[in-house]
C-alpha cells in the first residue's frame, strides 16, 4: 500500500519561495509518477508539477500557472519530490496535495493522495 507524507507549507510572503517535500513509501514500480495539484475555496483542484520516470527515463511537466516559477527534485534513494515555487503569488494560497501512481493522465482520478499541506501567501 502506497502511502505519502507531504510537508513544507505555511504562511508565506508574496515574492518570497516555498519548497513542498512529498515522500512515497510503499512504491514498488520502476515506473512511478509523483506530483502536486492545489485547491483553494475559489478554484477548483488544479494541477501544479508532476515528474514522472520508467526507469532512468525522466519527465517533469509544469502547469502554465507556475510555469518559469516551479522546479521539481526528486531523491530516488528516499523516493522524495520536491515542488520548489519561487515569487510566490497571493494566488498560489492554497492546499497543496502531493499525489502519486502509474501514469500521469490517470493521476488525479486513480492516483494516490496525502493529506495535504496549505500554502498562504500573504501580499
Known amino acids: 500500500q502506497v502511502q505519502l507524507e507531504e510537508s513544507g507549507g505555511g504562511l508565506v510572503q508574496s515574492g518570497r519561495s516555498v519548497t513542498l517535500s512529498c515522500t512515497a513509501s510503499g512504491v514498488t514500480e520502476d515506473k512511478w509518477t509523483m506530483g502536486w495539484f492545489r485547491q483553494s475555496s475559489e478554484k477548483e483542484r488544479e494541477f501544479v508539477a508532476a515528474m514522472s520516470w520508467d526507469g532512468d527515463a525522466q519527465t517533469t511537466t509544469v502547469a502554465d500557472s507556475v510555469k518559469g516559477r516551479a522546479a521539481l527534485a526528486r531523491d530516488k534513494i528516499d523516493n522524495t519530490v520536491l515542488l520548489q515555487i519561487n515569487r510566490l503569488k497571493t494566488e498560489d494560497s492554497a492546499i497543496y496535495y502531493c499525489?502519486?501512481?502509474?501514469?500521469?493522465?490517470?493521476?488525479?482520478?486513480?492516483?494516490?493522495w496525502g493529506q495535504g499541506t496549505q500554502v498562504t501567501v500573504s501580499s
Open positions: 499525489v502519486a501512481g502509474v501514469q500521469l493522465a490517470t493521476l488525479k482520478d486513480f492516483g494516490t
